[in-house]
């Protein structure tokens, strides 16, 4: 099976800060790649998704950008956070279509 | 951006009990349908999932419910744990677009 790591697990920035966050997969080549952010007590919003390196789809139009410069490599970057970029990341990496996902344990966000 | 229609938003189940959630989807040609299980502070994982050449499939106490024709499908957890409090999220499409997900607490 594969390993998602995320990091950091947690992250306090204030309002107008840059954001980086960083996801490293194991265990597969050329995964779906996934980022999702969950606000307190909701679901699941997918935010951008990538079939290879470079590929980047946005679901969301919003502050956030990704990036995919290497195949188990996936960055979500914000050049200015807002209050409303608080939430809890998750990676997801997935073999192919209609296969199993994992996630990572995913970054607590707040913007202050 | 949603395909997938949950419910409850919510259940409470005594220990022992059934629990039953449900999923509603719109794109015929979705052809996966995964349940997932997520502990607070931490990311889901797989639970259970389901293809449409079937129309039940049974792991342990869980099982799904698929209704091709109503495009629908659901998840059973039977005899309901308090450690089966968690929240669960269906999910359909091919790039993993996830119900809003049901908290279920399981009480002794």
């Known amino acids: 099976s594969q390993t998602i790591h995320q990091w950091p697990a947690t992250l306090v920035q204030p309002v107008g800060s840059p954001l980086s966050l960083e996801c490293t997969v194991e265990?597969?080549?050329?995964?779906?790649l996934y980022w999702y952010r969950q606000a307190a007590g909701r679901g699941l919003q997918l935010l951008f998704y990538?079939?290879?390196?470079?590929?980047i789809s946005s679901e969301v139009p919003q502050n956030l950008s990704a990036s995919r410069p290497q195949d188990r490599q996936f960055i979500l970057s914000s050049k200015k956070l807002l209050l409303s970029d608080s939430g809890f990341y998750l990676c997801?990496?997935?073999?192919?279509?209609?296969?199993?996902?994992?996630f990572g344990q995913g970054t607590r966000l707040t913007v202050v | 951006q949603q395909q997938v229609k949950q419910s409850p938003q919510s259940l409470i189940v005594q220990k022992g009990g059934i629990s039953i959630i449900n999923c509603a989807y719109e794109?015929?040609?979705?052809?996966?349908f995964p349940w997932y299980q997520q502990f607070p502070g931490k990311g889901p994982a797989l639970l259970i999932a389901?293809?449409?050449?079937?129309s039940e499939k049974k792991e342990g106490r869980f099982t799904i419910s698929f209704n091709k024709s109503a495009k629908q499908f659901s998840l059973h957890i039977m005899d309901s744990q308090p450690g089966d409090s968690a929240t669960y999220f269906c999910?359909?499409?091919?790039?993993?677009?996830f119900g809003t997900g049901t908290r279920l607490q399981v009480f002794p």
């Open positions: 997801a990496s997935q073999e192919g279509w209609g296969t199993e996902a994992f």
């Open positions: 265990g597969t080549s050329n995964p779906n």
């Open positions: 990538s079939v290879g390196i470079g590929q």
């Open positions: 794109n015929t040609a979705f052809d996966y």
């Open positions: 389901i293809r449409p050449d079937v």
């Open positions: 999910a359909a499409s091919r790039k993993l677009i």
